[in-house]
């Protein structure tokens, strides 16, 4: 089941009933512990007591962050929407499934993310077959981009977005 993270102070009277259904449940009782646990982790929901002072405005700086249409930086330019990228003004022409890896490697930067969730959020596998494919579009994508520093293996945990 998807990982949930309550923050209320309530936690408990909730969390309970969603464990029986199965959930994984991650408690927060105070703003300090919600920051934390969003900071180090993913969750697929996010249950908010919006008199947690400060949860909330993290919780939306970090939704601006994954609906961005467009990425900037010195090194590369990447418009969402369009499907444009480019490098020194120069366009890269990137498949549809290109885009989207980098798309999420973009919107997870700073994060390592794993084979098998690449492979789940990118490629939409349920369950991850032993396979190099997301190693070799990742050997294509950083082919393209012609910069091998902006996509980061951490070897035996998968790779992340540094640019």
Known sequence: MPPILIASADAALICDRLIVDGYRVFAAR????????????RFDCVILDFSVPGLVEEFLTRAELR??????????YVNFRTAEVKRDEQ?????????????????????????EELLDKVWGYGTSPVTRTVDVRIASLRRKLGNSELIVTVHGFGY????
């Open 67 to 76: 609906s961005a249409t467009v990425y900037s930086s010195p090194d590369l």
């Open 30 to 41: 105070n703003a300090e512990e919600a920051l934390k646990a969003l900071r180090s982790a």
């Open 91 to 115: 366009r890269i022409a990137l498949t549809a499934l290109e885009m989207h890896l980098l798309q999420y490697l973009i919107e997870h930067r700073g994060e390592v993310i794993s084979r």
């Open 160 to 163: 992340k977005f540094a640019g």
